[in-house]
């Protein structure tokens, strides 16, 4: 069974990898429905992502209720750093939900596009 932790690390390079096979255009990356289909997997992926964030703050919560947790820094007194992390991890949920909105408009808008004849370009697209 893999572990939470491991699951995260292959999440962080399944991203590396992506970003380094979309830097050029090629075989797997050449047409629009190639896009389509990377957009609509990062949209479940960050569909999924809300759900693995409230686990996290739960498991937070429930190991500081338990009376499971202490601070060892020293800099902040248990309960704040409680409190602020499952802050911050609710306004991560929060701008994933709305990624996720995101990537699904973007995955919509794209599928009714194709590639015309030669479609290789050596131009800087807009942005």
Excluded: C, F
């Amino acid at each position: 069974m893999t572990t939470p932790m491991q699951a995260a690390s292959d999440i962080a390079a399944a991203v590396r990898n992506l970003n380094h096979s979309t830097l050029k255009q090629g075989e797997g990356w050449e047409y629009p429905g190639d896009a389509y289909s990377v957009i609509g997997s990062l949209a479940t992926g960050a569909h999924g992502l809300t759900q693995a964030l409230e686990q996290v703050s739960r498991l937070l919560y429930d190991l500081h209720k338990e009376g499971q947790l202490v601070s060892v820094d020293g800099a902040q007194e248990t309960d704040n750093q409680v409190v602020s992390a499952r802050g911050s991890l609710r306004m991560a949920r929060e701008r994933t939900d709305a990624l996720s909105a995101l990537l699904r408009d973007a995955h919509t808008a794209m599928s009714g596009l194709a590639a015309l004849g030669n479609h290789t370009t050596t131009q800087e697209p807009p942005r």
